[in-house]
């Protein structure tokens, strides 16, 4: 059963949807675009995957981090608050 967007809702993904799955993976991952279109087992991209959004919400926390030490550290009322401000809306 598909939906209206065309995704599968419920039973089996077929080997065709699962290659074409895994091709946007390449294009999305750093490291699998270096490497070129050389073929990497379906484990290791996805393991890959697993790392590059973990490191992805590593850089997020960080910059939350220091987004937070920068905003206790500046007069809330500086025309510097309120872009930083802005820019987070």
């Known amino acids: 059963v598909k939906t209206m967007s065309g995704r599968r809702s419920r039973g089996s993904v077929s080997e065709e949807e699962i290659n074409e799955l895994i091709s946007r993976l390449q294009t ?3 490291t699998a675009r270096r490497r070129g279109s050389s073929s990497a087992s379906t484990t290791k991209m996805l ?4 790392s ?3 490191s992805l919400h590593r850089e997020v ?3 939350s981090d220091r987004l937070s030490d920068l905003m206790s550290t500046m007069d809330n009322n500086s025309p510097a608050a309120e872009i930083i401000r802005s820019l987070l809306r």
């Open 28 to 30: 999305l991952l750093p």
């Open 47 to 50: 393991k890959e995957t697993c």
């Open 52 to 54: 590059y959004i973990k």
């Open 61 to 63: 926390d960080d910059l």
